[in-house]
C-alpha cells in the first residue's frame, strides 16, 4: 500500500489532469492537437504564401516567414491588445537581452496572461452565440426521416464548423393545381450545398430552407418551385458570390415515379436492384446565379430494391492527412454493396468507410448524405 503522503498527492494531480483532459488519453489530444494545428496553419498560410520572395536563402527566407505570421497574427488583433502584446514582449525582451532587470518577466508574463484572457473571453462569447446557432439550424432540418409506405428514408449531416452551409430536407406537399385534388400527396426531398462555410453560409441556408418551405405549400409544379426559388436566392446574392447547388425531386408514392432537377449539384446515385448505377444529373445552374436561368426536370421510376445516394461535395473530397481525396470510386464501390441493406445500413457504411479513410485529418468541408431506398413496389 503506498504511504499516505503519496496518496494525497497523486489523487489531486488526478483529478486535475482528468479536468484538464476531459478524461480523453494523451494519444488523442496530440492527435486533436495536430488536427487544429494544421488547420490554423492553414489559415496564415495563404498569407504567408501570397507575399513570400522568391530566389533567397534559407536563413532569409525563416525571417520572412516570422515576419508575416508575426504581422498577420498581431493585425488580427484589435487596437488596444496589439499595445498590450507589443509592451508585453519588449519587457520580456528586455531581460533576455540585457540579463537584468529580471523582475520585469512577472508583469510581461502577466501582460501576457491577461491578453490571453481577453481572447478567450471572446472566444466564449462568440462559442455561445454559435452553439445557439446550431440549434436553431438543427431545428430547421428534420431529425428523422417521415414514414414513407414502400419507401425507407435516412440522412446525416456534419458541419466542418460549428454550423454548416449545407441543407437537407423531406416534407410531404400536395399534387400542383395540374392534378387531379384526389391524387396522394407526393413526397419532397432536398440536398443543398451554399457556397462557403460558416456563419455566411448558414445564414443564406436558412433564408433557403424558409422560401422552399413556402414555395412548397403552394400548388405549383416541381418546375415551377425551382424557379422561383433561383429568383428568391438571385435576389439575396448581392456580391454574387452566394450561390448555392441544389437537387430536388419528388416521389409517387402510387407509382414511384421520381422527378427531379439537379441545380448545379453533385450527380446523385441511383442503384439498380440489379447493380447498374445510373446518374441524375438533368437541371441547370446552381441557384442564384442567374434570374432568368431555364432548368430541365428529369424522371425516372424506382423499384423496389433500387437504392438513391444524394450527397454535397463534402462526401467526395473529404481528404486524409496526406490531402488525397476520398473520391467517387470509393463512394460507388459502398453503393455496389449496397443489395438488400437497409437506408441507415448504407449511410452507416459510407460514413465509416469515410472516417476510415480521413483518420486524424481536419475535416474541411460540410457534410451531408440523403439515402432513399425502396422497399416494396408502390
Given at each position: 500500500?503506498?504511504?499516505?503522503?503519496?496518496?494525497?498527492?497523486?489523487?489531486?494531480?488526478?483529478?486535475?489532469?482528468?479536468?484538464?483532459?476531459?478524461?480523453?488519453?494523451?494519444?488523442?489530444?496530440?492527435?486533436?492537437?495536430?488536427?487544429?494545428?494544421?488547420?490554423?496553419?492553414?489559415?496564415?498560410?495563404?498569407?504567408?504564401?501570397?507575399?513570400?520572395?522568391?530566389?533567397?536563402?534559407?536563413?532569409?527566407?525563416?525571417?520572412?516567414?516570422?515576419?508575416?505570421?508575426?504581422?498577420?497574427?498581431?493585425?488580427?488583433?484589435?487596437?488596444?491588445?496589439?499595445?498590450?502584446?507589443?509592451?508585453?514582449?519588449?519587457?520580456?525582451?528586455?531581460?533576455?537581452?540585457?540579463?537584468?532587470?529580471?523582475?520585469?518577466?512577472?508583469?510581461?508574463?502577466?501582460?501576457?496572461?491577461?491578453?490571453?484572457?481577453?481572447?478567450?473571453?471572446?472566444?466564449?462569447?462568440?462559442?455561445?452565440?454559435?452553439?445557439?446557432?446550431?440549434?436553431?439550424?438543427?431545428?430547421?432540418?428534420?431529425?428523422?426521416?417521415?414514414?414513407?409506405?414502400?419507401?425507407?428514408?435516412?440522412?446525416?449531416?456534419?458541419?466542418?464548423?460549428?454550423?454548416?452551409?449545407?441543407?437537407?430536407?423531406?416534407?410531404?406537399?400536395?399534387?400542383?393545381?395540374?392534378?387531379?385534388?384526389?391524387?396522394?400527396?407526393?413526397?419532397?426531398?432536398?440536398?443543398?450545398?451554399?457556397?462557403?462555410?460558416?456563419?455566411?453560409?448558414?445564414?443564406?441556408?436558412?433564408?433557403?430552407?424558409?422560401?422552399?418551405?413556402?414555395?412548397?405549400?403552394?400548388?405549383?409544379?416541381?418546375?415551377?418551385?425551382?424557379?422561383?426559388?433561383?429568383?428568391?436566392?438571385?435576389?439575396?446574392?448581392?456580391?454574387?458570390?452566394?450561390?448555392?447547388?441544389?437537387?430536388?425531386?419528388?416521389?409517387?408514392?402510387?407509382?414511384?415515379?421520381?422527378?427531379?432537377?439537379?441545380?448545379?449539384?453533385?450527380?446523385?446515385?441511383?442503384?439498380?436492384?440489379?447493380?447498374?448505377?445510373?446518374?441524375?444529373?438533368?437541371?441547370?445552374?446552381?441557384?442564384?446565379?442567374?434570374?432568368?436561368?431555364?432548368?430541365?426536370?428529369?424522371?425516372?421510376?424506382?423499384?423496389?430494391?433500387?437504392?438513391?445516394?444524394?450527397?454535397?461535395?463534402?462526401?467526395?473530397?473529404?481528404?486524409?492527412?496526406?490531402?488525397?481525396?476520398?473520391?467517387?470510386?470509393?463512394?460507388?464501390?459502398?453503393?455496389?454493396?449496397?443489395?438488400?441493406?437497409?437506408?441507415?445500413?448504407?449511410?452507416?457504411?459510407?460514413?465509416?468507410?469515410?472516417?476510415?479513410?480521413?483518420?486524424?485529418?481536419?475535416?474541411?468541408?460540410?457534410?451531408?448524405?440523403?439515402?432513399?431506398?425502396?422497399?416494396a413496389r408502390h
Amino acid at each position: 500500500m503506498p504511504p499516505l503522503y503519496l496518496v494525497v498527492m497523486v489523487n489531486p494531480l488526478r483529478t486535475f489532469w482528468q479536468r484538464i483532459s476531459d478524461g480523453i488519453e494523451v494519444q488523442k489530444i496530440w492527435m486533436h492537437f495536430h488536427r487544429e494545428a494544421r488547420a490554423s496553419y492553414a489559415i496564415y498560410r495563404k498569407e504567408v504564401d501570397s507575399r513570400l520572395p522568391e530566389g533567397h536563402s534559407r536563413w532569409v527566407r525563416f525571417l520572412e516567414v516570422s515576419r508575416i505570421l508575426f504581422w498577420a497574427m498581431v493585425l488580427k488583433l484589435s487596437p488596444g491588445r496589439r499595445v498590450l502584446l507589443l509592451l508585453s514582449l519588449l519587457v520580456l525582451a528586455v531581460p533576455l537581452f540585457t540579463f537584468r532587470y529580471q523582475g520585469l518577466t512577472f508583469w510581461g508574463g502577466t501582460g501576457l496572461l491577461i491578453l490571453l484572457a481577453l481572447e478567450l473571453a471572446d472566444r466564449v462569447i462568440m462559442k455561445r452565440d454559435l452553439e445557439i446557432a446550431r440549434e436553431i439550424q438543427n431545428w430547421l432540418m428534420p431529425a428523422t426521416p417521415p414514414a414513407v409506405p414502400g419507401a425507407d428514408i435516412a440522412f446525416e449531416s456534419r458541419a466542418a464548423n460549428t454550423v454548416a452551409g449545407d441543407y437537407y430536407d423531406v416534407l410531404f406537399r400536395a399534387p400542383d393545381s395540374a392534378r387531379a385534388s384526389t391524387e396522394p400527396e407526393r413526397l419532397l426531398f432536398i440536398v443543398a450545398d451554399v457556397a462557403g462555410k460558416s456563419v455566411p453560409a448558414a445564414l443564406l441556408m436558412a433564408t433557403l430552407q424558409a422560401s422552399l418551405r413556402t414555395l412548397a405549400a403552394l400548388p405549383i409544379s416541381l418546375l415551377e418551385l425551382i424557379e422561383s426559388l433561383n429568383q428568391y436566392v438571385c435576389a439575396q446574392n448581392i456580391s454574387g458570390c452566394r450561390y448555392s447547388t441544389a437537387f430536388v425531386a419528388e416521389l409517387e408514392p402510387g407509382d414511384g415515379r421520381l422527378t427531379y432537377v439537379n441545380a448545379g449539384h453533385n450527380w446523385p446515385v441511383l442503384r439498380r436492384a440489379d447493380r447498374r448505377l445510373e446518374r441524375l444529373e438533368t437541371g441547370g445552374l446552381p441557384l442564384g446565379i442567374m434570374s432568368s436561368a431555364q432548368y430541365q426536370c428529369g424522371a425516372t421510376n424506382l423499384a423496389a430494391g433500387d437504392v438513391l445516394l444524394i450527397f454535397s461535395d463534402g462526401l467526395i473530397e473529404a481528404e486524409d492527412d496526406n490531402q488525397q481525396e476520398f473520391g467517387e470510386p470509393a463512394m460507388l464501390a459502398v453503393m455496389d454493396d449496397a443489395c438488400g441493406k437497409s437506408a441507415a445500413d448504407v449511410l452507416a457504411q459510407l460514413l465509416r468507410s469515410v472516417d476510415s479513410f480521413v483518420g486524424p485529418a481536419h475535416q474541411h468541408d460540410d457534410i451531408t448524405c440523403m439515402v432513399v431506398r425502396i422497399s416494396a413496389r408502390h
